[in-house]
């Protein structure tokens, strides 16, 4: 530990103490500089009694020995930066010869009750180097989104994770995602704000609501393609297979493989291609995907079969073609029949809500982190929202997106609806909207000035 953290702190909270009243600030800049101070005068100490120092090395020995001083103690991992956030704290620790990342993340919750925090996590930054990320309270109680949050095209913030991290959605590394969850979990909060997120991009919505519409068309007016029932879901998916495969065209023609062009120039995605040719992404949101899936007579079991066959192309081609899939469900097993499976181990992304039985559960993670099973079933009743995503590396968290209201949501769609694209290929299927008619506003006399 080092005192000039300790003394730069104090400054800290002493110019705290000047410079702001009884604000909000005031108390999280305090409990912050109060927790940090508690991190690091305890530090040594609480390595060593959650068993990760390590025993002086030969040479110190040695050389103690030669100049006859007491033997050294046992070194906790060095503090390589500790940065306070607006939940806690980050911790980045450089391990000692012998220690590795699992011996941090196995004394996680030790950590947690030694530094009297609400939660402990770890993940290995580099070989050697571990990052601690500490928080002060349930962030995930009242989700509250950084103020500043990094958005780039086609990479949106979505949730707020347990250790108060952004949880993003990030389309270009996973195209095509998977939200599980019972009736009333907070699928369709998570499904609106990435709408509102997305909405302020320039990427083309595509939605297949088969509650009759009631998720989706609210938010119409930022949407390019729109289906509520399976029916017009099928016409919807063929149109959209077609235009993929228009978009490969589109690509092949541009590819320009000669040998004077080198090869981060050969476009083997739209975004390789130029500006003025690029098609614009497009993001396919599918909410009750049963709904597709189910079918009662023969000529249902024809329009189920086309549908999970255009999903499945969609899944196995469209990321090159800038089309990605977002399918939110109760459930998403092989009991809705064949294809299912093969669509699912498409689905990169997968985030559970809370869901009723174990076997909902394997269907978002038994293939791919079977950690986040039991996570997932662990999630209580009465926290709507609070759901576990993992990816294909095994690696989960548990996430809360913010609050989002239809009305919040329609309003921003409604915002940027000067920003919905235009696409040929799905134009039977865009929303008639109505003409908003305008709302008279009433004069405003101008009042004479008094004095
Ligand atoms: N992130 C959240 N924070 C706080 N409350 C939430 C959150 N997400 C959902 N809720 C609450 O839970 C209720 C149900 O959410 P939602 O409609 O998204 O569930 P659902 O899984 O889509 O249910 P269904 O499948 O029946 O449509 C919402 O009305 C909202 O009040």
């Not at 940090?36 to 050389?63: F, H, N, Q």
């Not at 450089?94 to 009750?113: M, Y």
Request: with cysteine; aromatic share 6%.
């Amino acid at each position: 530990m080092s005192w000039s953290w300790v003394l730069l702190l104090l400054v800290v909270a002493v110019a705290g103490l000047l410079r702001w009243r009884r604000t909000a600030w005031y108390w999280l800049t305090f409990g912050v500089t109060l927790a940090s101070l508690r991190v690091l005068i305890r530090y040594a100490s609480v390595m060593d009694a959650c068993g990760l120092t390590v025993p002086p090395s030969r040479w110190r020995l040695a050389l103690t020995r030669m100049a006859n001083r007491p033997v050294p103690e046992s070194r906790p991992p060095r503090i390589l930066r500790l940065r306070p956030t607006r939940t806690g704290l980050v911790v980045r620790l450089k391990l000692r010869p012998g220690q590795d990342a699992f011996d941090v993340s196995a004394a996680c919750d030790r950590l947690r009750h030694s530094f009297a925090m609400y939660g402990v996590t770890s993940r290995e930054l580099r070989s050697g180097v571990v990052e601690l990320r500490m928080t002060g309270y349930d962030v995930l109680k009242r989700v509250q989104m950084p103020a500043k949050v990094e958005r780039e095209p086609m990479r949106v913030p979505v949730a707020l994770r347990e250790d108060g991290a952004v949880h993003y959605r990030d389309y270009r590394t996973v195209p095509h995602a998977l939200t599980l969850g019972a009736t009333k979990s907070g699928k369709s909060v998570y499904q609106r704000n990435l709408v509102t997120e997305l909405a302020g991009q320039d990427v083309a919505l595509v939605g297949i609501d088969c509650k009759q519409g009631v998720e989706l068309f609210p938010l119409a007016r930022r949407f390019s393609a729109l289906a509520d029932n399976p029916d017009t879901a099928a016409d919807l998916l063929d149109a959209l297979v077609q235009h993929m495969e228009g978009v490969y065209q589109l690509i092949r023609t541009e590819q320009r493989i000669t040998a004077d062009v080198p090869d981060a120039e050969i476009a083997a995605d739209i975004f390789d291609l130029p500006d003025d040719l690029r098609p614009v992404p497009i993001v396919v949101l599918v909410d009750e995907v049963a709904e597709l899936a189910l079918f009662a007579t023969k000529e249902e079991e024809k329009r189920r079969d086309r549908i999970i066959t255009a999903l499945a192309r969609l899944a196995q081609l469209g990321r090159a073609a800038g089309i990605y899939l977002e399918i939110c469900g109760q459930r998403f097993g092989s009991e809705l029949g064949k294809g299912i499976t093969m669509l699912r181990a498409q689905l990169t992304g997968r985030t559970a809500h809370r869901v009723n039985d174990e076997s909902s559960a394997n269907m978002a993670f038994g293939d791919i982190a079977p950690d986040a099973v039991l996570a997932a079933i662990q999630i209580p009743t009465d926290t709507p929202g609070i759901a576990v995503a993992g990816d294909s590396s095994g690696g989960w968290a548990r996430i809360r997106t913010p609050h989002t209201t239809l009305r919040q949501a329609v309003n921003v769609c409604n915002r940027h609806a000067d920003r919905t694209p235009d696409l040929p290929a799905l134009a039977p299927f865009r929303p008639v909207l109505p003409n908003l008619t305008k709302v008279p506003a009433p004069a405003v006399e101008p009042a004479p000035a008094t004095v």
